[in-house]
């Protein structure tokens, strides 16, 4: 965890440089003015769930591990899209070696996911259930879901984009025990990205 904290640090500063060097108005202080913008509903509503997942104890892990892993693996698709998109031979060279960093986040949420899922049918259950009902893009909560929807329907956009997402978000999501024909994540995405 320490590892992920460092490296998603130093992806927004390389990525805030990049649009510094590219002309893109940008500020030193662009992580203290992204912490202010947080909204205090959701710094309470991220402390309230903490609190109402300890009566679940160790059953909860699997789903936390699951989110992570959808976000994780959401990232690294995204920057694959804008690297596709973007077409530009520094931001490629950039958003590769970010990819690969992010690879190694996701392959850990997954794995620790798939080993605390095996453990209990209620665990499998639970993870289920908060997913399907609960999930939110990365991101959102913290910025106004105007924003992160643009992020999603810009990256994702039209059929082609949610195949590529449900090809690879989602199935490597449903590969995870107890997520056997799971297609929430694509149901959600499909309003905002064919919209």
């Not at 989110?67 to 031979?89: D, F, K, M």
């Not at 999930?135 to 039209?158: D, H, M, S």
């Not at 590529?164 to 929430?184: H, N, Q």
């Amino acid at each position: 965890m320490d590892r992920w904290s460092v490296e998603e640090s130093q992806h927004g500063e390389l990525l805030n440089r990049f649009l510094a060097e590219a002309g893109v108005p940008t500020s030193e202080k662009w992580q203290a003015e992204a912490r202010a913008k947080i909204p205090w509903l959701y710094t309470i509503g991220n402390f309230l769930a903490d609190h109402a997942c300890k009566p679940f104890g160790k059953h909860f892990h699997g789903a936390h591990m699951v989110w992570g892993t959808i976000n994780e693996v959401t990232t690294l698709q995204g920057y694959r899209r804008l690297s596709e998109l973007a077409r530009h031979p520094v931001l490629e060279t950039l958003l590769g070696a970010i990819m690969q960093e992010e690879s190694i986040h996701s392959s850990f949420y997954w794995n620790m996911a798939r080993v605390k899922l095996s453990q209990a049918k209620f665990s499998r259950d639970l993870a289920r259930f908060i997913i399907s009902r609960f999930w939110t893009p990365v991101g959102q909560g913290a910025k106004p879901e105007t924003e992160t929807n643009y992020v999603i329907a810009t990256l994702f956009r039209g059929q082609t984009g949610l195949e590529f997402f449900d090809r690879t978000v989602e199935s490597r999501v449903a590969r995870l025990p107890g997520f056997a024909g799971f297609k929430a994540l694509t149901e959600r995405l499909a309003p905002i990205v064919q919209g």
